[in-house]
């Protein structure tokens, strides 16, 4: 088993998490994908409006409301499916048709 890791080997709550996560304060979350989207507005000088986010867990519905368009992949929660534009269910490359 030598080089191999168990998954039980791994925790989690010791991963770095990427600073992007933290810098805009989120009222909701202490690390939030909204974040990241507002560090891609500011860095690349894109307007949020124009961003396309895809999600599909609770963690990930304040991307899905910061950004112009959003869709929802195979959403976990129904909270998730409420938050976005479009649901897909089936295929990823469904996506395309909505850029
Ligand atoms: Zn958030």
Redesign the pocket.
Known sequence: MHGMLRLSEVDSAKMPVAPVFQENG?A??RF?K?NVVAHIVERLGLAAEDMLSVGDGLNDI?MLKATGKSVAFQPKALETAEAVQQVLSSNLSEVLAFI
């Open positions: 989120c909701e979350r939030c909204a304040c």
